[in-house]
């Protein structure tokens, strides 16, 4: 187009013009590899877990599936599920497979953690994964009464709940709370090193033991639990959360 005889202000509308095209042009290309991709897309998991696929499971298989979930979580290849149709389709029922009790810390996603999705675990959440009678009878609610078949308790590396503990925090009902980490702090007696909350290696020893204690305690003050896990129907387990690699160390 000549422009020679043109006024400036004829110019740049020409110039938006042209440019609203190209905007629009550049605007349906991404709608159309917006729509190929979410083609792509396709949730691999719609329906939640039923009863029946529930009564096929055992504790020991219910514990390889947590760790086959973990490492796709490590992997960045979590399972596609579509939460919409599995939120309607749990309205009316739940029936999962095990209860995991962890800390309250926003770094442990735990249905992602072992590639859950909605309905497959009941999640318990108090600082330092410690015990309750509440929290006790959650447990004995999932697995007496709801049929789940897995008891995990999940510690964490850099648990800011132990360290309060091991610094002898005196705050309130945080001190109620860490007073119960206590007898695992004073269980580590054959450490060489300093046995600070700076020291990663004493804290690393400190959850750990934490962990297992309140794995004991559960069989000790839940005769319900205990009784389940002697006849085979549960399992009470420990496991170590690394929050560098994502992955859980089962003990």
């Given at each position: 187009m000549p422009t020679?005889?043109?006024?400036?202000?004829?110019?740049?509308?020409?110039?938006?013009?042209?440019?609203?095209?190209?905007?629009g042009t550049s605007n349906t290309k991404?709608?159309?590899?917006?729509?190929?991709?979410?083609e792509k897309i396709v949730p691999l998991v719609e329906k939640v877990l039923s009863p029946e696929e529930r009564s096929q499971l055992t504790?020991?298989?219910?514990?390889?599936?947590?760790?086959?979930?973990?490492e796709r979580f490590m992997r960045n290849n979590l399972t596609a599920r579509n939460h919409s149709k599995q939120i309607r389709e749990a309205v009316y029922g739940q029936f999962p497979k095990a209860i995991v009790l962890t800390c309250i810390d926003?770094?442990?996603?735990?249905?992602?953690v072992f590639d859950r999705g909605i309905g497959d675990i009941f999640v318990a959440r108090v600082g330092g994964n410690v015990l309750s009678e509440d929290i006790l009878g959650s447990m004995e609610y999932a697995c007496?009464?709801?049929g789940a078949k897995l008891v995990l308790v999940l510690g964490h590396e850099h648990c800011e709940t132990i360290l309060s503990a091991i610094d002898g925090i005196d705050l309130g009902n945080i001190t109620t709370m860490t007073s119960k980490i206590q007898p695992a702090i004073e269980s580590i007696t054959d450490?060489?090193?300093?046995?600070?909350?700076?020291?990663?290696e004493f804290v690393e020893l400190v959850v750990k033991s934490n962990t297992d204690k309140t794995v004991n305690n559960i069989r000790e003050k839940s005769p319900?639990?205990?009784?389940?896990?002697?006849?085979?129907?549960?399992?009470?387990a420990g496991a170590y959360y690394d929050?560098?690699?994502g992955q859980v160390l089962f003990r």
């Open positions: 020679k005889n043109l006024k400036p202000g004829y110019l740049v509308l020409v110039s938006l013009l042209f440019a609203a095209c190209e905007a991404y709608l159309e590899e917006d729509k190929i991709l979410n504790p020991d298989k219910i514990i390889a599936e947590l760790k086959a979930g973990n926003s770094r442990i996603p735990v249905e992602d007496k009464v709801a450490f060489e090193g300093k046995k600070s909350s700076v020291n990663p319900i639990l205990k009784q389940m896990e002697d006849n085979g129907e549960i399992k009470i929050l560098n690699e």
